[in-house]
């Protein structure tokens, strides 16, 4: 079956972004890019990349790990708020809200209910492509994006963890799971680990059997 993953930059103290929610990583934003980072993303998941970076860094080849993204209304709105309706239009691209109520792309699906409900359902197609990420003609992974609500949501069906860790802390900030999610204590087990020259390391972590 195929997996949600949460693949998500983090700081040491465990903050995707600043306490204001904009886009960290945006002009004027705090986070920095090394550029070891950001080859390691082109070279080893280069569907994550937005299309207007795609677009920037001529990165054209097939995804490698996944082939559909959801992500919370507030994060997609930090495109929308650039004019970009659909950033992954390489991918199927959901939106979890419970207040839009018109997609603004055809390419990109709202998600208007209960988000694990969806994910479970997503997770149980059988379509697709074979891939890196899928069983031989099967699908491939499932991409949560974030931000940190709906991935509080969905903390219970989350199935690897692929951490980009900054050398950086932040103080404050939105957490890796919403403050709201439930106190349910899981553990995993670090199944591959890349550490960069800039300081930055990629950790992936399985769910552990029976967490
Ligand atoms: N570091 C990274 O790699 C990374 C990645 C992604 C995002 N981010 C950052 O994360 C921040 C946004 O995160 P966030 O936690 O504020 O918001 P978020 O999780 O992106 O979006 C929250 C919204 O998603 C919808 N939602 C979430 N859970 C739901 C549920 N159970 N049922 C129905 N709808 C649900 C709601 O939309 P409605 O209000 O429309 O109902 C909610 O307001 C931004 O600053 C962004 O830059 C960082």
Redesign the pocket.
Known sequence: MRKLVY????TLDG????P???????PGGF?PIPEDYLAHIIAEYPETLPAPARAALSVTGESKRFDTVI????????GLKADITDAYPHLRHL??????SESPDPAVEL??????AKVRELKGETGGTAGDGGAAGGPKDIWL??????????YGEIDELII?LSPLTAGN??PLF?PGAAFDPRRWELTDHTVLKSGAAFLTYARATGA
């Not at 939106?95 to 839009?100: A, D, G, K, M, P």
């Open positions: 693949y998500i930059a983090s903050f995707i972004a600043g204001d929610g904009s886009d960290p990583t945006g986070w992500e919370g209304r507030r994060t997609y709105e930090i939106v979890v809200t419970r207040t839009l998600v208007p209910g209960d988000p694990v994006i974030g931000g940190g609500e709906l991935a509080g949501a969905l980009k900030g939105i919403s």
